[in-house]
């Protein structure tokens, strides 16, 4: 682990800060990273569509390092920058699951204001599909159309009713999806990707324990015969999914994808989008730093 290259009082950090991201009700943390670093250049959005253009004209400005308070998709726009530029990237939980961030120990605003005080920068892995990074996960099937439906909602009658909405809507309409993975072809309702190793089993994963680990953790839920979706989400729903046998997990470095039938649809960090008809789902270990609260500590927080 090196030093930061960012002063304990932010001098040389940019954060761009997403208001928009998060619950509604929760303010977004841009004074209390101003009082915290009085040196810090904090920049809050009006469009997040701008997010990646903010943090372009910070590197062009000669910042040190970059940070970002937003959700995962924030996060994983500022970390391709950060990784393109050769910077170390501040994480401030920002949204509303904040998964890097909590992996790295960081909870609150003001986690990440001690960690640039402390001082220390580690490295951790990034998941990558085609152009694409993922920090945290990647999908195919059911988790990528609710997405796609929720997304479609929101904006109507507002993010969570949204989210119950889809929900239902993916568990009575949804198809299985017909995907060669790795030469095998297969019919899923889902296939998961972490990048680095989660836990528990089962199709609801929740933590993981080493962010730099090489590892692609990977699940999968075969649509087979015998086996209706409202059984499958029962076995989900109870922990006993790694008794079904069309469930499946595993941990690799490689995996080929081809889409054989249907939309090409894939997820990195909670984005959908249109995906090519093959691809791999690959690691870059230890492709990004990260500024953490615990100088000298492996990239093992939890």
Known sequence: MRA??????????????NPSAGPALKSAPTEVLREGLPKADIVELEDPGDLTEALEKAVSAGARALGVSGGDGSVNAAATVAIREGLPLLVVPGGTLNHLAKALGLDSADDSVEAVRA?????????RAEDRLFL?????????????RREDLEGRIGKWPAFV???FSVLFRSDAVEVEIDG???????????NCQY??????PRERTDLADGLIDVRMLEARRGWSKFRLIRAALTGRMTRVHSYKERTTDHVKIRFAGGEARFSVDGET???SRAFDVTKTPKAL???VAKPGAPVSFR
């Open 4 to 17: 930061s290259p960012v002063g304990t009082d932010g001098e040389g950090l940019t954060v761009v800060v």
């Open 119 to 127: 001082g220390g920068i580690t490295s951790v892995d990034v998941g």
């Open 136 to 148: 945290n996960t990647a999908s195919i099937g059911a988790y990528v159309r609710l997405v796609d």
């Open 165 to 167: 909405v889809a929900f």
């Open 184 to 194: 095998e072809l297969k019919k899923v309702w889902l296939i998961f990707f972490g």
């Open 199 to 204: 836990t528990p089993g089962g199709v609801a």
């Open 273 to 275: 989008y249109d995906a």
């Open 289 to 291: 730093e990260v500024i």
